[in-house]
């Protein structure tokens, strides 16, 4: 299995339908040209792939916060369905610590829906703790 940042447009269209299990919300062209958005502001993606296959899809910022200083921040993180429970998920998570090490992260952080059972329970078995909760206002109008 091998671990790269996503750089091309090609790369891109190549981790779309993983990236697309995750956010059923988008449609190709439309998730596409977020990730472009997103990248303007520092956004990026890894990928694990092997034997021409994409196993698993992280998209990622690394920033700096008041709360956790250099930090990485992981906004979206799927393994293909057919390729779930195969290690993908954790060379990915290994990866990313690995990463944020090298950029002189402190802390490693993500949110994960309430009803992602099986997501949680990978995220506990990688040392993550949970450590808030996130509130949101989903609806700015009157």
């Known amino acids: 299995m091998e671990i790269k940042i996503a750089e091309s447009a090609a790369e891109l269209e190549r981790i779309a339908p993983v990236l697309l299990q995750l956010r059923t919300n988008f449609d190709r062209q439309s ?3 977020q990730i472009r958005v997103q990248q303007r502001a520092g956004y990026q993606i890894a990928y694990a792939e092997s034997g021409g296959e ?3 899809v992280a998209g990622f910022v690394v920033s700096s ?5 250099k930090n990485i921040y992981i906004d979206d993180l799927v393994t293909d369905a057919n390729h779930r429970s195969s290690g993908a998920g954790k060379g990915m998570m290994d990866w990313l610590k690995s990463y944020a090490k090298e950029k002189g992260c402190e802390q490693l952080h993500l949110d ?3 009803q992602r059972f099986a997501a ?9 703790e949970i450590s808030s909760h996130h509130f949101a ?3 700015l109008s009157p």
Do not use: I, P, Q, T
């Not at 949680?120 to 993550?128: G, I, N, P, Q």
């Open 31 to 33: 998730l596409l040209a």
């Open 65 to 69: 916060k008041l709360a956790w200083g």
């Open 112 to 114: 994960s829906g309430v």
């Open 54 to 56: 994409v196993l698993c």
């Open 137 to 139: 206002v989903r609806d």
């Open 120 to 128: 949680h329970r990978f995220y506990l078995r990688e040392r993550f």
